[in-house]
């Protein structure tokens, strides 16, 4: 199809593919009259020649101006991430760690990197219980912390994926992000209610305090917010390389800043010494490794493989649910089933999954169809079982449906918080990159004078160490995540890729996203802005405000309880912030980013046909 025939072919069809009426007109970022204004944002966008969605227009722009450059979707993801380092620095950033998927369209293949952050070589098992009373120190506690820092892989993802598959430099690719934190962005209402959200914490550590808290309090809506020191941080990197970071000055001022957090004078946060060194940042090394793959409805649904648990339990779920056909179900029992396969694949998580350098993780039997069958056989069409359900035996032989083993429950400590990137190009290379710091501000430690807030990974793994938890600490090893970049090819294609933040409500949010989409008739937008549910294994169903008023009544007869979502550190009661892409019949992109949640993303296409 020619771009001329593509472009009003997709014209026609767009208000059906984004499944937006007249009323629904995507948002337009709003500024006081004379204040700066924010760049413009879409959450909804068609096109060609390429895409990006991400939660923030500003790193969307970076990455759009990058393939409009020539650059392709790994040198465009690597750009996006850079620049959510400087706009999303409580979420993403060089202090943290990620996973990148990748689907090279030259060789009809899906690559992924490995970039977790790693616990210290000589961090005990024991490090997070308190050695007087037994039981581990409170989660406030431990997550404003240096013993909760883990040798960060994001910036040796970055590197990676471009030696590997980009086309650009590191230093090309993230110095549009420097420019960004040089030249500062418009404060939104979600980046001070994210400063706000922290502020008791940021204001007892003085180089955050200093950073994030200028004068005392969150930047202000509307203010210019600039990262001299995060962009000087960078150039760094662009001259001197990786190495500036991992064997460079800015390791032994990492290593320093988490053996002795910098208190503010009052503190009154323990700050617990950490065990990051120079040799733990002179060895990182990220991981090559095969993606997940279950086949769904004749799709191929590619993941990320432990350390992370995001591909094992999407795709287990998956398996869960292809023999419940819920295209052919009511909608209360489609969510029915939904919640008990989220379930159940999340007590097999719990029980089998770890990093597998250091526990045998049954990957392959987790996702095999006969295990799944035998799971999906344990749901009972007109009731919720009673939760936590017990794991599963992922050990090969599989009955009709056979009894679950014994229970192994160990209670989820993820934060609520992370950034997901998609990007494509014209070739037709795709990324679906998810990337942390963990908890909204992670350990809440900035390096003093490099303008980035070091992760508080560590806290993933369960605080007790307990020698049946595939999830305890060991030295050198990953904590188990659920981050779950997911690309699905369909007839060996790119279809659709898509992820999000959350912490363990990352694989439900995927998982719904991806129902919503293949079986319950939603357009790809629709499918991301639907409301949300997340059943972990726990007696009641968290769910957004949305969702209880429209379904409570529906799941109710089935024994579900759905509660609001949200904890004590967030403000507010969602679940994930979802981008994604849909790639149309002709070539064409369809980009989806949040109309709502986070304040909403931003979705752009190259050559960009709706909205104009
Ligand atoms: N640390 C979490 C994980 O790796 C992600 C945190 C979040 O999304 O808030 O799964």
Redesign the pocket.
Known sequence: MTPKKLAASLTAGALVLTGLTAGGVPAQATAESHAPKPPAKNATAIGFGGAVASVDPEATNVGIGVLRRGGNAVDAAVATAAALGVTEPYSAGIGGGGYFVYYSAKNHKVYTIDGRETAPATMPGDAFVNKATGTPYPFAELVTSGVSVGVPGTLATWDSALKSWGSLSLKKAIKPAADLADRGFVVDQTFRNQTLDNKTRFAQVTPTAKLFLPGGDAPQVGTVFRNKELARTYELIGKQGPSAFYSGPLAAEMAAVVKTPPKAPGATLPMFPGYLTTADLAKYKVLKQDPTKVRYDGLEVYGMAPSSSGGTTVGEALNILAPKKLSKLSTPDALHNYLEASALSFADRGRYVGDPKFVDVPTEELLSKGFGAERSCQIDPDKAAAKPVPPGSPDGSYDACAPAVAKAEHPDT?????THLVASDRWGNVVSYTL?I??TGGSGITVPGRGFLLNN?LT?FSALPDPADPNRIEPNKRPR???SPTIVLKHGKPFLALGS????T?ITTVLQTLTNRLDRGMTLPEAVAAPRASQRNTATVTAEPDFITAYEDQLTPYGHKLVLAGDALTSAAEIGAVAALEFLPGGGYLAAAEPKRRGGGSAATVHQVWPR
Do not use: A, K, V, Y
């Not at 933040?501 to 363990?504: C, D, N, T």
């Open positions: 993820e934060g609520l918080s992370t942390t963990e908890q990974e993933d995540s659920s981050m933040p959350g912490g363990s990352i």
